[in-house]
């Protein structure tokens, strides 16, 4: 079973750097996209940086030129940089993957269309 597992979250002050890894493990061969959401408390989840397994990425609006999202595909890793870090970034960030590879031991599988959570990291902006 796929599962994605994320680490780095915590309490910082404003204008410090936090940075965010999620590992994909459950015989992931690779991940198509990967990348990260979050969800603030009474707010919808959402997205905040993704990068394709080619190193292209998107990210939100708000994050753009403080945040840097990067992977490692041999270890089936996303990061999430995030400097310049503002109370409003407050939130539980998850990790998220689609189109996912597996190797079943015999054959290989496309999740085609199938979103990947992971449980949320929280972040906190606070002095």
């Known amino acids: 079973q796929v599962q994605l597992v994320e680490s780095g979250g915590g309490l910082v002050q404003p204008g410090g750097s936090l940075r965010l890894s999620c590992a994909a493990s459950g015989s992931v061969v690779r991940a198509n996209v990967m990348g990260w959401y979050r969800q603030a408390p009474g707010k919808q989840r959402e997205l905040v940086a993704k990068m394709t397994s080619v190193g292209s990425a998107n990210y939100a609006d708000s994050v753009k030129g403080r945040f840097t999202v990067s992977r490692d595909n041999a270890k089936n890793t996303v990061y999430l940089q995030m400097n310049s870090l503002k109370p409003e970034d407050t939130a539980v960030y998850y990790c998220?993957?689609?189109?996912?590879?597996?190797?079943?031991?015999?054959?290989?599988?496309?999740?085609?269309?199938?979103?990947?959570w992971g449980k949320g990291t929280l972040v906190t902006i606070s002095s």
């Open positions: 998220n993957a689609v189109g996912i590879t597996r190797y079943t031991g015999s054959s290989y599988e496309f999740d085609v269309g199938l979103a990947y």
